[in-house]
């Protein structure tokens, strides 16, 4: 059997976080390099790939209705579509899937992506038959594949897969594994491949970066240092535990100013006893001293968190005690989640304890304060001048660019015609600031 896609189409659609934006880049270098083309669209394609997201509960049911639809798809043009789905539902499912999409070929779990040209070979030589790798070998680490980035100046940079934390509410350590660091050497010989590409912004990404353990000890403050030693211009990591936070990292961000002044670090509830029951490590006592702590080294970081309302058993009193939280960090910007219930989690089986109108009246409460704080912060930046990474133009007004500022805010600006902005870093003046993003014009 000869490893040779050429010939054939294929199409990647991405649901979820980071990691899966990235495992689908990765997808896609690999199918290239065996000669697959990339199709128009996922109708199009002979190899339609859906890298799948098991973090909310709609997501598996939008997947099915999404897959399924191919079925009335007009044939692609080789006259046979391998149906691949991989992610994190594939490895929660594995064959279990073809009982909800008939249709599907291949399921791949998180670590099979280095056997999916295998994978997709085989199957279409025994189109009936359903092809299922979601072992884990836990072999190459899957940033040594080839990849195809979505962006020639932005790149995700993975430096560690899997979690040990098992927050109750979470399914990644069951699909994903337990942690697993990428060589220190590895890394740095990626960024500096990188630097030499032209990238100009690199995000290492992990489920909790701040765990980084190298092989000779390395911490994650050593992987930011030898990043930022290759000289990119830009810095960012996801996703950071507050529990993991140590005061070398701070350091090392604060020591170099290619590291973004921008923090995203996921407090989920300000109540102890909800904080106890996620399984989070940290009270809200701890979480504001990591707070104060990062403030002193660097006092104008933006700060960013994710907070869920509405986990089982919350009461009035534990989500007032989320409003203080935030109102106390001086967060910029929330992702605010209502509670999802995830089969195969521990908090699956709690009781909710709280009627919908009540959800629904603390989730408003908090969309406003962490709105109203947006807004705030902001204003920071009217009348200055901030730097912008351009990705393109704006989706609502293509006569403006769009990119963001060290701070990680959204901004969207004019400029004289002529010269292309795309992907340049360039000085805009900011003459208004909204709540989720900020207008200006080049300077
Ligand atoms: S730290 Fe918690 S929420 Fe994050 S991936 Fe690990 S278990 Fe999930």
Redesign the pocket.
């Known amino acids: 059997m000869s490893l040779s896609l050429s010939g054939l189409t294929y199409f990647v659609r991405t649901f979820g976080c980071q990691m899966n934006e990235h495992d689908s880049e990765r997808v896609s270098g690999l199918l290239e390099s065996v000669g697959a083309k990339k199709a128009g669209s996922i109708e199009a394609a002979d190899i339609p790939v859906f890298m799948t997201c098991s973090v909310r509960e709609k997501a598996d049911t939008h997947l099915y209705a999404l897959v399924q639809a191919l079925k009335s798809a007009p044939t692609p043009r080789s006259g046979l579509r391998t149906v691949c789905i991989g992610g994190c539902i594939a490895q929660r499912d594995d064959e279990m899937l073809k009982k909800h999409v008939p249709i599907v070929n291949v399921v791949f779990g998180t670590q099979a992506i280095p056997n999916l040209p295998n994978l997709i070979v085989s199957s279409r030589e025994t189109p009936t038959s359903l092809l299922v790798d979601t072992s884990e070998p836990n072999t190459a680490f899957t940033s040594e594949l080839p990849s195809r980035r979505a962006s020639a100046t932005q790149a995700w940079l993975p430096i560690m897969s899997g ?5 109750t ?5 069951y699909v ?1 594994g337990r942690e697993r660091s990428r060589d220190l050497a590895s890394i740095t010989y990626e960024a500096r491949a990188l630097v030499a590409d032209g990238v100009k912004e690199i995000t290492l990404l992990g ?2 970066v701040n765990s980084y353990q190298g092989k000779d000890g390395e911490g994650f403050s050593d992987v930011l240092e030898a990043v930022a030693k290759t000289g990119i211009e830009r810095i960012r990591f996801t ?1 950071s ?1 507050p529990k993991d936070l140590t005061q070398k990292i701070v350091d090392v961000m604060a020591a170099y100013p290619s590291i973004m002044p921008h923090l995203h670090l ?1 407090a ?1 509830s300000g109540s102890d006893a909800v904080l106890s029951s ?3 490590r940290y009270t809200k006592a701890r979480f504001l001293e990591v707070v104060e702590m990062v403030r002193e080294s660097i006092p104008d970081i933006s700060l960013t968190t994710d907070l869920i309302v509405g986990f089982p058993g919350e009461s009035e009193k534990d989500f007032l005690e989320t409003l203080d939280l935030v109102k106390r960090a001086q967060f910029s910007s929330a992702f605010t989640f209502i509670y999802s219930r995830r089969p195969g989690t521990k908090a699956a089986s709690l009781d909710l304890g709280y009627t919908d109108e009540e959800l629904h009246s603390r989730f408003n409460r908090l969309v406003e304060l962490v709105s109203a704080q947006s807004f705030a912060f902001n204003q920071r930046f009217f009348s200055q001048e901030t730097e912008v990474l351009v990705e393109g133009r704006s989706k609502k007004d293509n006569t403006l660019y769009t990119g963001h500022n060290p701070e990680n805010i959204a901004v969207h600006f004019s400029a004289d015609e002529g010269e292309d902005l795309n992907g340049k870093l360039v000085n805009v003046r900011i003459e208004q600031a909204r709540t989720w993003y900020v207008t200006g014009k080049q300077i």
Not at 169 to 173: L, R
């Open positions: 979690c040990n934390n098992f927050c509410y979470c399914i990644v350590p994903r489920q909790n996703s535990h996921a989920q996620m399984n989070r």
